[in-house]
């Protein structure tokens, strides 16, 4: 966020930015999202809803993971939320107590990590590289000691490595033998580039899943998600969004309501985010950016820079300033090694990508 920020400084002053910073669809919402909405915000009163959520929403999330991944799921298990980042506040409260230690994966998400803290848990990171496929292993897991908890990111931000159904598998086993609370972040789900990401609750029921309207289906202004959890948790959950958040956005949720009836105008987009990923994983190349972890889903490239003489920070300040491209540093996903990384998304325009990848290349830091 805070090179979003200095990038829209930037373009306050006139400068001409390419964004490779954000994590955000280039397209707004689908049209039949949109039409929804607009009916609801002139025909619905748009009052406060359950706190877990419309219960037509709710059936129709139950009916989205029979169609994708062929699961019961039943709606009494599903719970609306303000978007993923208030499903997993709300899941770490219902599992968790202070001074629980709770795992994360290092590179991860930073938001999780700060959360993590803030609700006085004991963080423990689990480091992910090359040799793990940038993937949890069983082996590195079981270093870190005895876990309460475990958050998982398949397809995962920052380096877009999708879990194999073996590694999730083994992830899921190495909780259920170990009596680790999981809690699987699927929020990429649906922008992949091969075979589809496995789902946590094909290994188990006793998962929490976390998930978002913001990527896949391209809302992420609309702050809406959704949790699906153990039948012995909905209540628990139920009463702490009550109490945090009253209720879900109501228009977002009506809005929702037609998302899922959208896949041929979504699958497009994730069609042009593949375009895109090839000529920014192409342009890197041979820009001499070629260590890379596996970008298998969601969109982003997360790149080794450290033959490039400079500390992450350093690279993405001249990099906005000397040529206009927007950045996000290593270091806002791995505190210790991210001064040797830099992750790029690929979210905007193909075009927008292939002009960030021309004035990379002609970069005279790079000669």
């Known amino acids: 966020m805070e090179v979003m920020k200095a990038a829209a400084l930037t373009e306050a002053g006139g400068g001409d930015v390419r964004h490779l910073e954000v994590g955000q669809p280039m397209r707004p919402a ?22 877990t959520g419309l219960g037509a929403l709710r059936e129709r999330v139950g009916s989205f993971y029979e169609d994708r991944y062929g699961l019961d799921v039943s709606p009494d298990r599903v719970v609306m939320t303000i978007g993923a980042s208030a499903g997993f506040v709300l899941s770490c409260l219902a599992l968790f107590d202070p001074g ?21 848990l004991e963080l423990v990171e689990v480091r992910v590289d090359a040799g793990t496929r940038f993937a949890p292993s069983t082996e590195r897991l079981e270093m870190a000691g005895p876990l309460d908890g475990l958050v998982v990111a398949s397809p995962s931000n920052p380096t877009g490595v999708t879990l194999t159904p073996e590694e999730l598998g083994a992830v899921v086993d190495f909780c259920e033998t170990s009596g680790t609370a999981l809690i699987s972040d699927e929020i990429y789900h649906g922008i992949h580039y091969g075979e589809r990401a496995a789902g946590a609750l094909e290994f188990s029921d006793e998962v929490v899943v976390v998930q978002s309207f913001s990527k896949y289906f391209s809302m992420t202004g609309w702050r809406l998600g959704w949790l699906v959890v153990p039948p012995r ?17 109501t228009v977002s949720q009506l ?24 000529v920014l994983v192409n342009g890197l190349a041979e820009a001499g950016i070629s260590r890379i972890a596996p970008p298998d889903g ?40 991210g001064d040797r990384w830099v992750r790029f998304s690929y979210s905007e325009s193909t075009e927008d990508i292939a002009e960030a990848v021309r004035r990379l290349k002609g970069w005279s830091g790079l000669r």
């Open 100 to 120: 629980d230690r709770v795992a994360m994966t290092v590179p991860g998400y930073s938001a999780y990590r700060n959360v993590l803290s803030a609700l006085g």
């Open 233 to 249: 948790m909905f209540r628990p959950v139920e009463r702490l969004s009550q109490n945090l958040f009253i209720a879900p956005p």
């Open 255 to 278: 809005g929702a309501m037609e998302a899922f009836e959208c896949t041929g105008e979504l699958d497009a987009i994730v069609a042009d985010y593949a375009k895109s990923r090839e």
């Open 30 to 51: 689908p049209t039949r999202v949109l039409e929804a909405a607009r009916r609801g915000l002139i025909e619905d009163r748009l009052g406060y809803t359950a706190a």
């Open 298 to 337: 969601a969109f982003y490239v997360y790149a080794d820079i450290s033959h490039l003489g400079m500390d992450s920070p350093t690279l993405c300040a001249r990099w906005l300033k000397e040529i206009g491209v927007a950045v996000t540093p290593g270091i806002d996903f791995d505190p210790e090694q």
